[in-house]
C-alpha cells in the first residue's frame, strides 16, 4: 500500500465487500482470515462500521451489510444516469425510438434516463422515475435473465399501445444490475435494432467500468 492511502480505510471498504458478497454474512473470524488480520482488528472496523450504520450483527454475531448502504446507493442513480446519457442519445437518433435506462431498485425496476430522438414525427413518450415490476417488460425480463445467467444478448417485447420494446442487460458492472432499452412505434424490432440496443449497453457498461 502506498503511502497516500489509508490502510484502515482500505480494511473497511475490504470489509463492506466482503458482506455484500456473502448471503450468510461473516463471522469475525472468518473476515479476519480473508483479510489477514487478527480479530482484533476486524472487531475495531465492524464497530466502525456499525456506527454510521454499514454494518449489523446478528444474535449469531455473524455481520451483514447493514440499511446505511441503502441511502449511499441513492446517490449511485444520478452518477450513472449523466454516465448513460451519451450512449442513450446516440441510440435514439440511430434508431429513431425512445432510449431509456433501467435500473434494479430494492425489487423494482425504476427509468433513471431517457432520451427521445429529435428527427421523428412520432414517437413514444417515456419518462423518469417510472417503476414497474422487474417482469413487466422487456427491460426488466433483460435484467431478471442476465441475473439468472441467460446470454441472450437482447430481450424484444410487446406492449398493448402498439408499442414494441428491446432491451439489453447491463454486464459486468459490479453493483450495478440495469438495462438499456428502446421503445419503438410500429412493427416488431429488427434484428438490426436488437444487436443496436446490445451495442448501447455495452458503451454504458465500458463507461460504467
Not at 12 to 22: E, F, I, N, Q, T
Amino acid at each position: 500500500m502506498t503511502a497516500e492511502t489509508s490502510q484502515t480505510l482500505d480494511r473497511g471498504v475490504r470489509v463492506l465487500k466482503l458482506l455484500a458478497d456473502s448471503e450468510a454474512g461473516l463471522t469475525v473470524t472468518e473476515l479476519a482470515g480473508r483479510l489477514s488480520v487478527n480479530r482484533t482488528v476486524v472487531y475495531r472496523l465492524l464497530a466502525t462500521l456499525e456506527l454510521h450504520g454499514l454494518v449489523r450483527r446478528d444474535l449469531g454475531g455473524r455481520a451483514r451489510v447493514g440499511l446505511g448502504v441503502l441511502r449511499l446507493s441513492n446517490r449511485v442513480h444520478p452518477l450513472v444516469r449523466e454516465a448513460a446519457l451519451p450512449a442513450l442519445r446516440s441510440l435514439a437518433e440511430e434508431v429513431g425510438a425512445t432510449a431509456h435506462l433501467t435500473l434494479v431498485d430494492g425489487a423494482e425496476a425504476l427509468v433513471v434516463a431517457v432520451v427521445e430522438p429529435t428527427w421523428t414525427d412520432f414517437h413514444v413518450a417515456y419518462r423518469t422515475g417510472v417503476r414497474h415490476a422487474l417482469d413487466d417488460n422487456a427491460a426488466g425480463r433483460a435484467i431478471l435473465q442476465a441475473r439468472g445467467g441467460a446470454a441472450a444478448p437482447y430481450v424484444c417485447a410487446r406492449g398493448e399501445d402498439r408499442a414494441a420494446a428491446v432491451a439489453a442487460p447491463l454486464r459486468g458492472v459490479p453493483g450495478v444490475e440495469g438495462a438499456v432499452g428502446v421503445l419503438l412505434l410500429g412493427d416488431a424490432p429488427t434484428d438490426r435494432v436488437g444487436e443496436r440496443v446490445a451495442l448501447a449497453s455495452r458503451e454504458l457498461a465500458e463507461a460504467l467500468g
